[in-house]
């Protein structure tokens, strides 16, 4: 069972340590909820399948800029299914119960990181 270190790393094994998935935070942002979106991709052979549900999990991530009401969530979904699950992000318009302003759902950790980026500057410029 992987263990969480204090520096928020992820210990898997004795040799393997896990980092969060560094991002470029945009101005107003601020980070609600860390539950761990880590640097490992889905099609990892690291991981032992008991253990996927402790990294690719539901509920993962929530940043919220207060200024322009937007919040990001990030999970995966189904949570610990490598084989048919993806990531999924959802912009809302205020909270969880806000208007769905944008969707997405990939496999691919970097373009998830990619459009996590993206969707931050566009709302702190005002266009999201």
């Not at 912009?91 to 931050?120: C, F, N, P, Q």
Request: proline share 3%.
């Amino acid at each position: 069972m992987p263990k969480r270190l204090s520096n928020n790393k992820l210990q898997y094994s004795q040799d393997e340590i896990i980092p969060l998935q560094p991002l470029r935070i945009s101005e107003g942002w601020r980070m609600d909820y860390n539950n761990g979106l880590y640097e490992i991709d889905v099609d990892t052979e690291l991981l032992h399948s008991d253990d996927y549900w402790c990294i690719f999990k539901e509920d993962m991530l929530t940043l919220t800029h207060s200024r322009r009401d937007r919040l990001i969530d990030i999970g995966f979904y189904p949570e610990g299914d490598l084989e048919e699950g993806s990531y999924g992000m959802v912009l809302h318009e205020s909270d969880h119960a806000g208007k769905v302003i944008a969707k997405l759902y990939t496999r691919d950790r970097h373009h998830l990181v990619k459009i996590i980026e993206e969707w931050m500057r566009k709302v702190t410029d005002g266009k999201l």
